[in-house]
């Protein structure tokens, strides 16, 4: 719904690629491992979202006014809402197969989030950021990995450490 004075959204992206059966097999093996630890997860992440940006605590009068990251571990309110945060992925990840149901679930996210709690859109944006930051970090010690081993290489007298794999 916009509002008076808003601007139409225009950063939306362009609708993604479908997935593969190859890409919804590894979101789907890699969630399951994740998922088994869902409210500790969950918690963990809205803490760093929280932490990272305070601003996202107005939309919860039950923990709004937390400072303390272990105030809000604490909390049952902040884990109840872990818990519906890592459901509703869970729903998205086990419909993967079935592209209108994952549409019509996450629908419902946004339609409840925009009208009854008034949250604004790019909260979702900096959630997923907040997500992907361990893809980002492991991405770097990936690289360190690469780098050290390769340095390892070097030092045993390999001429050149070949980027090809074939």
């Keep these: 719904m916009q509002r008076e004075g808003d601007v139409e959204c225009d950063d939306r992206p362009e609708r993604s690629e479908p997935l ?3 890409e919804r097999e590894i979101i789907q093996d890699t969630w399951g491992i994740v998922y088994k630890n869902c409210e500790d997860v969950g918690v ?3 803490i760093r979202f ?3 940006f305070p ?3 107005q939309y919860f009068s039950q923990f709004q006014d937390m400072e303390d990251p272990e105030e809000m571990e604490r909390s049952s309110q902040l884990r109840h809402h872990a818990r519906r ?3 509703a992925i869970n729903t998205v990840v086990e419909n993967l197969h079935d592209p209108e149901k994952v549409s019509s679930v996450l629908a419902l996210v946004g339609k409840a989030h925009a009208i009854k709690h008034k949250v604004e859109p790019m909260y979702f944006k900096i959630l997923s950021g907040v997500l992907l930051e361990v893809q980002m970090v492991w991405t770097k010690l990936m690289g360190a990995v690469y780098w ?3 340095g390892a290489y070097t030092d045993v007298g390999w001429l050149q450490v070949s980027s090809s794999a074939v």
Excluded: C
Aim: glycine residues 0%; proline residues 0%; without cysteine.
């Design 148 to 150: 050290h081993v390769t």
């Design 44 to 46: 963990s992440v809205l």
């Design 55 to 57: 601003s996202a605590k």
């Design 20 to 22: 593969t059966d190859a």
């Design 85 to 87: 945060v890592m459901n």
């Design 50 to 52: 929280f932490v990272n």
